[in-house]
């Protein structure tokens, strides 16, 4: 059984940081590309970042300079750093792992940036 699992969230001035945190079980975590997305009420779901395989990494624009994605295989894990967070920045952050057709979500923390 496949489970993706977000933790770090919280809620976080303006300014502030969090470091958000996806634990990957039943999947051969290493081959996998790994991406936050993020949903704030209303709103269609939103890439935040990826990190592929190879350590390849990829942002949105508003969040460079300001977010980091990284990842530890040895313990099927991800993570989002998140810096000089902004109101802007509130939303459900998902984590999502992809190989091929094979396309698995968590469930989301949710991250409260107040102004």
């Known amino acids: 059984q496949v489970q993706l699992v977000e933790s770090g969230g919280g809620l976080v001035q303006t300014g502030g940081s969090l470091r958000l945190s996806c634990a990957a079980s039943?999947?051969?975590?290493?081959?996998?590309?790994m991406a936050w997305y993020r949903q704030a009420p209303g709103n269609e779901r939103e890439y935040v970042a990826r990190i592929t395989n190879s350590n390849r990494t990829n942002l949105v624009d508003s969040v460079k300079g300001r977010f980091t994605i990284s990842r530890d295989n040895a313990k099927n894990t991800v993570y989002l750093q998140m810096n000089n967070l902004k109101p802007e920045d509130t939303a459900v952050y998902l984590c999502n792992a992809v190989w091929f057709n094979e396309d698995y979500w968590g469930q989301g923390t949710q991250v409260t940036v107040s102004s």
């Open positions: 039943g999947i051969r975590f290493s081959i996998y590309t």
